[in-house]
């Protein structure tokens, strides 16, 4: 099979059979790292980075290299023509007509997916603010896979800061995906936002359990343990006892640490650093004493702070540095592929552990916008072009996800454009929670964000409108 | 015919016959990028970016990747070594001394010059302050001459900011030289500088007409025009009626409007952006509705801003997405003759809408200098080893233009180093306006930019010192 | 011989003959930098500069790409993932496994160690704060070597800031090691550090005399010179008569001016930047007709500013903009070696300038740190993984010298591991002067920054312990 052409914007534009297949491809990279440079010879990537970065950005060009490419580069173009008001889009277009490839870090959500939408050429998401950043997740499930062999069935542990980490969101749906039992243990103040513990309820195969209470046992102190979610790949019929399933987990032994350092650059300015650092669990020799710790495999995306000790470095548990190191043959992999310069074989069973859903889409001019701040659909040269657009992910409560940032709301009233088509007097708006608006078709609903907005377009409050 | 080891400062450092043949190497690159790329290997591009730029530096670094070159580059270099007050032309000697060619970007006017003069290498101007832009004027050029075969004849309306864009002067010189004739369309406060308006009125054969009158028209109040540059190639018999001449132009049909952004970066600290973007004209499809539009080319050499809106992309009319990516083989084909890496063919009739002048250059210790302080020769670290050094491009009134940002200037005194040869009682100054200042040889001329300077100089005032 | 996996962090890690054999190989380099290009095919260089510069870099880069070879660049990181709080150990090891070379640049002193030690590829140190920058050394002595076939037995003078140039540091040990006669000429308050002159007189085979009386003969005036460092390798007598030998040495005229900028950038804030100015002393051609410099190879590093006027620049004496261009095949040689692509012979005879002294190590957790703050060993994100640690260079007076950044300190108190080992009583420490101190064997020393870091360790006053 030929990935050619393709973008990976987000982890879920490949199936799981294309991660295997990636993989493959990627052990061979690792073979024979300097063997591949007929690969891509006379091919142009664009590494173009609205945030530093030395890590991705230069496994990126060395990869690239070692395929026989070129590469050109932007860094830190927050100062560049950008800041004289151009649209991304506009500068999509016109690399893409001068690169064969382009990878973007941005610190807007959801600014990938435009440039991707524009670019005519296969992009690669490098990150996009708190967004994903799916190459880091092949690269630590590649990891994940050279020691355990595969994902499935796996006890894996997050640690640290998992409301701001982007690295931790992509992987959190894609180990769910390939059948991974989770443990959530966040610093104070720093877990797992609600929306990606709602997203993984309903669209995995899975169960989440929230497990607060057991936090109060003493032993756990170290072991900040928040809600787990158990995959169904391993048979146990412990969902009802949610204190027992954890410690039959945790009994059975850690399997993966994946460690991640506060984001300090993401929190809010309001909030003090000092006050965040104080409490923020450390990983260290004291903690991995402890048997449950015994064969785990312990990881971090780098950069580190203080919450993972230089005492570990020469731990043979210790992963992290191979995670970085094989950012190389698996970005090596992903080039080739997306350029066409390698065909893949896609193995047969895909994606075992994911609801197959198909949301409806929402795009209207009804004043419903996407509250975060910090989504490409918001900023002032990109709504020239953009509509924002929504997928309809529920109805009760009517809750509607971004395209580009995922970022999820709850807009309070609607109505529906068949009663309009009619009768001038059935103009009217009703209450998101109401019976009647449940009914109406998602093809027909227009959704206002306030009562004001739907006002604004000549509607009329229903006895539905309040309630 | 072989270019190499030439500089392309400005756009007049090449012929009309060289600019066609570099266009037909260009067709070649852009009928097969991807198998040019035995042209310049082993040979290295240094590109230098004192001030920001994307896609200047990508076309020009993807350009000389594609032809199997390599590039250095060094972008934002305000904060290194230059900032430690080192002058452009050390960094020139020793650039020179690493690369085969230097493409450079400066906020200085002027710059490129100098590093041309220095570097013992090839050097290409990628924009000097609001001084030239060549090779955007090339692809500007080049987006014209592939959809309209030749610029000859055309009507060419240059929109929006004109007293700043680098690239619009650039352009219009060469518009002229290739006998285009020229509507004028400026935003309030934002129209072609003077001197350009002069220098095109002296050096090119067609004809001037400013067209104030006709504005007040009310059906012209989208179209700002407010001035017209009549092409001597096209036969018509107007020119004393300049009303008339422009409407019958106007009524033929506009072949292009080149559309620029305002340029904020380079306006006067005290002039109120909101009150220049207020005027701004902005291009749309109410405006291309015009039936003088009905086959125009709309350009712009992006970034855009709000000047030019996002509706038009998908209009068939709209070429700048294709200015932009001609960026590539235009530039590819101006490396590789630069280089020596290809001859070409000079086609035979050239420049014929030039008139040629040799103009006496003045060059003396004598107290003038540019007036325009973002020249290269009024900078701190430049004045160590930059002489002042004029043209002088009139006598009635005395006019010098300096050599290194084409900028004019007035001076009010002179005096005659022959006189001085002969007695001390004659080393006298007098005003510039006099009779007797037209009648002193240029190589004679001495030029004060005041009485103070002269005196200081020991010249006393002759009875044609004020007059 | 082969000199692949070395790193070139000092200019000491090559021996006298590996320098000339290096020399060998970039004549090769120079004779033909367009046919190198097989040497370092598929293989990638790291090029990281976490302070600006272009000439250095940008000589590296080109070098490396007529190697054949490709370049991965991060310039100015001062505002990326370092920024974050990672450690310089961690960026070597994960950029160690992207690149097969590196090149950084960094303004901790010690820092070009660090990564060396922890990248696993060879590095080579572009410079380290004040500390040391080997590859200028190698291309100024280069430029000597070519111009006059050796440096042994000439006399070099140092100008300018002496005190903060690490070019000069690196230079004059090597100087020193080849046997020339070195004449120090600083601007005032520039002199040479004290260390710089002990560890020369102590190191090397030469003499040291100071000479500030001299400086009151008035004819000396435009040459402030300061003190002399005199070979043994020209065979003289006047050692004990210093004013006569200077005056010998300068008869027979300056072979080489070395020239350095005030480094503007190092001062201590507090320091008046125009009064440093003003008293600088400035190599013009006024000078340069004492007929002490009728056959002066006049050098400089660049980038220049005031210090050596561009009047100079057509002299055939001039010789900087030489080493500038010398900076490619040097370094080409150099990343070729390190590459193990070239293998040299390396001439029998070696370092025969140098006293080969090993000093004992220190390094034990007892308080004593580096007192530069500029150290590596210093910085916040580094100590959690680098104990301070010293070479014990004298025990009379007690000098400890930083492995890191080569600054010395003088510790006032130590100990014996040996007496503590046996009695708990006489657990004591010591005046580090007192008779007692010295006669402790060095493995057993314990030593303390002072005393209450001594009894913070249990430690008690002895009678020896105030003298």
């Given at each position: ?5 393709r973008?990976l914007?987000t982890i879920?534009?490949?199936?799981n059979g294309?991660?295997?297949?990636l ?5 061979e990279?690792a073979?024979s790292p300097?063997e591949q440079?007929g690969l891509?010879?006379g091919?142009?990537m664009a590494?173009?980075f609205?945030?530093?970065?030395t890590?991705t950005?230069?496994?990126f060009e ?10 050109i580069?932007?860094?830190d173009?927050?100062?560049s023509s ?7 889009a506009?500068?999509?277009k016109?690399?893409?007509?001068y ?6 870090r ?10 991707a939408?524009?670019?005519?050429v ?5 990150g996009?603010g ?6 880091q997740t092949?690269?630590?499930?590649y990891?994940i896979r050279k020691?355990r062999?595969?994902?499935k ?7 640290g ?6 690295t931790?969101?992509?992987l959190?749906y ?6 991974a039992?989770i443990?959530f243990?966040p ?9 990606v513990l709602?997203r993984?309820?309903t669209e995995?195969?899975?169960e989440l ?10 032993e756990?102190?170290?072991?900040p343990?928040d ?7 391993s048979p146990h019929?412990l969902?009802?006892?949610p204190?027992?399933?954890i ?7 850690v399997d993966?640490?994946?460690v991640t350092?506060?984001?300090k650059?993401?929190q809010?300015?309001?909030v003090?650093?000092q006050e ?6 450390v990983?260290?020799k004291k903690?991995?004493k402890g048997k449950?710790f ?11 702070v ?8 020469a731990?043979?548990r210790s992963m992290?540095f191979k995670q970085?190191?094989?950012?190389m043959p698996v970005r090596?992999a992903l080039?080739a ?6 065909e893949v074989?896609?193995p047969e ?8 859903i198909d949301y409806p889409v929402y795009?209207r001019d009804s004043?419903?916008?996407?509250p975060?701040?910090?989504?490409v ?6 709504v020239?072009?953009i509509?924002?657009?929504f997928k ?14 995922d970022h999820e709301l709850?807009p309070?009233?609607?109505a529906?454009s068949?009663w309009h ?8 708006y009703?209450?998101?929670d109401?019976?009647f608006a449940?009914?109406?078709n998602?093809?027909?609903?227009i959704?206002f964000?306030s009562e004001?907005e739907a ?7 229903s006895?539905y409108?309040?309630?």
């Open positions: 099979m030929n990935l050619a052409n973008n914007v879920d534009d490949l199936s294309e991660i295997e297949a993989f493959s491809l990627a052990d990279m073979n300097n440079s891509c010879q091919k142009i590494s173009l609205f945030e530093p970065s890590r950005r230069l496994s060395a990869g690239m290299l070692r395929l026989g490419g070129r590469v580069s932007a860094v173009i927050g100062a950008l800041a004289k008001g151009e649209s991304i506009d500068m999509a016109v690399l893409g007509s690169a064969d490839i382009i990878v973007i941005h610190p807007w959500e959801g600014a990938a997916r435009v440039v939408d524009y670019a005519g296969p992009v690669i998401n490098a996009d708190s967004h994903e950043h799916p190459t092949l690269c630590d499930f990891t020691e062999q595969t994902v069935g796996l006890r894996i542990a997050l640690w800061d998992l409301k701001h980490g982007r931790v969101h992509s959190i894609a180990l769910a995906r390939f059948g039992t443990l243990c610093g104070p103040g720093l877990e797992m936002p609600e929306h709602r993984l309820s995995y195969k899975g359990q929230r497990c607060r209470d057991l936090n109060q046992e003493p756990r102190r170290l072991f343990i809600a787990i979610y158990m995959t169904p790949s019929q969902a009802m006892l204190d027992i399933s410690r039959v987990e945790l009994k059975a032994g993966a640490l994946y350092r506060l984001q650059e993401r809010a300015p309001t003090e650093e965040l650092k104080k409490g923020y669990p990983v260290d903690l991995l449950e015994k064969k785990t495999l312990v990881m971090h995306p780098l950069p580190r203080d919450e993972l000790t230089h005492e570990l470095d731990d043979p992290y970085a190191a094989y950012g090596m080039l592929l997306l350029l066409g310069a390698k074989t896609i069973e895909e994606d075992s552990f994911v609801r197959k795009k004043g419903v916008k996407c975060n701040r910090n989504c659909s918001n900023q002032e040269t990109e020239r072009y509509k924002p657009e309809i992910v529920s109805r009760e409560p009517l809750t509607l996800r971004c395209v580009y940032c709850h309070r009233y609607v529906s068949e088509q009619r009768k001038l007097e059935s103009k009217k009703h209450s998101a109401s019976h449940w009914k109406i998602p093809e027909n609903l959704i964000a004001k006002q604004a377009q000549q509607f009329k409050p006895s409108a309040r309630q």
